[in-house]
C-alpha cells in the first residue's frame, strides 16, 4: 500500500537537516513495528520520499512523506506512528492514494506566513506585488548573488494586521520564503519575525488551477487520476 502522511516539522526539529530527518522518520517506523517495503539491490533501503527540503529554521504544517508499507489502513498507520514519534514531527493526517503521487514532481507552490509589525501603511504597495509587470530582488547562490526577475514565482500576496501571509513557486522552481520576507520588509520598511515564519499550504497543479494537496490526494484515494 502506499501511504502519504501530512506531518508538523516544528520545535526543536525545525533545526534538522533532510537528511537526518529521513533517519528520525526510519527509527520512528521501526519502534512502531510498521512494515515499509525495502528496495532490492546491494543496498536495500526503506521505500519512502520526502518532499521538498524545507529550509532549517522554518516550521511547517505541511509536510509530506510517502511510504509503501503493509498497514491495515492509512488511519491505522498514522495512529501506529504517532504513538512513537519525535515531539515536533507529530502526523497530522494521512492518505492511501491509488497511485504513486509523485508529490516531490508535481508540488508547484505554497503557502508561507510570517509575523509583521509596521507594515498597514503599505498594505496596498506590498500587496500590488502580483500586479507588476516585472520585480527584481537579490538572490544569492552558492555565494554568488543575481538580480533576478521573481515576478512569475509569486502567486499570491496578502497582508492581515499582525501577519504577511505569501504564496510562492515551489519544487523543481521554487522561492525562498525567508528571502522573499526579509527582502519586502527592507523594500517596504517593516519589521517581521522570521523565526516565526512557518509554512501552512502546499498545491499541485491539476488541469491548469493550483490544488491543495490534500484534496488532490483525496482524488487519487478514489482512483481519478490528476492531469497536469
Keep these: 500500500m502506499i501511504v502519504v502522511m501530512k506531518h508538523y516539522k516544528r520545535g526543536n526539529m525545525i533545526y534538522v537537516s533532510h537528511i ?3 533517519r528520525h522518520f526510519t527509527r520512528a517506523f521501526r519502534r512502531a513495528g510498521i512494515d515499509v517495503l525495502f528496495s532490492e539491490g546491494f543496498n536495500p ?17 505541511a509536510e509530506y512523506i510517502t511510504v509503501r508499507a503493509e498497514v491495515k489502513s492509512a488511519a491505522d498507520f498514522l495512529s501506529r506512528y504517532n504513538e512513537v514519534c519525535p515531539e515536533g514531527l507529530e502526523g497530522i493526517a494521512a492518505f492511501a492514494p491509488l497511485m504513486n503521487p509523485n508529490l516531490a514532481g508535481r508540488v508547484v507552490a505554497a503557502d508561507y506566513s510570517v509575523k509583521v509589525k509596521g507594515a498597514a501603511e503599505k498594505k496596498k504597495e506590498i500587496e500590488g506585488i502580483v500586479n507588476l509587470p516585472s520585480f527584481e530582488m537579490p538572490i544569492t547562490k552558492k555565494g554568488e548573488t543575481k538580480i533576478k526577475d521573481v515576478a512569475p514565482l509569486v502567486n499570491a500576496v496578502r ?6 501571509n505569501v504564496c510562492l513557486a515551489a ?18 520598511s517593516f519589521e517581521l519575525s522570521l523565526t516565526e515564519l512557518w509554512k501552512f499550504e502546499q498545491y499541485v497543479r491539476v ?8 484534496d488532490y490526494l483525496k482524488k487519487l484515494e478514489s482512483g481519478i487520476p490528476a492531469k497536469e
Design 159 to 164: 497582508l492581515y494586521p499582525d501577519c504577511l
Design 171 to 188: 519544487g523543481n522552481v521554487n522561492l525562498r520564503a525567508d528571502a522573499f520576507m526579509r527582502f519586502l520588509s527592507e523594500k517596504f
Design 45 to 61: 533501503h526503506m521505500l519512502l520520499n520526502l518532499g521538498t527540503p524545507l529550509p532549517l529554521g522554518m516550521s511547517s504544517s
Design 207 to 214: 488541469n491548469g488551477t493550483l490544488t491543495e494537496t490534500d
Design 20 to 22: 537526518d530527518l529521513m
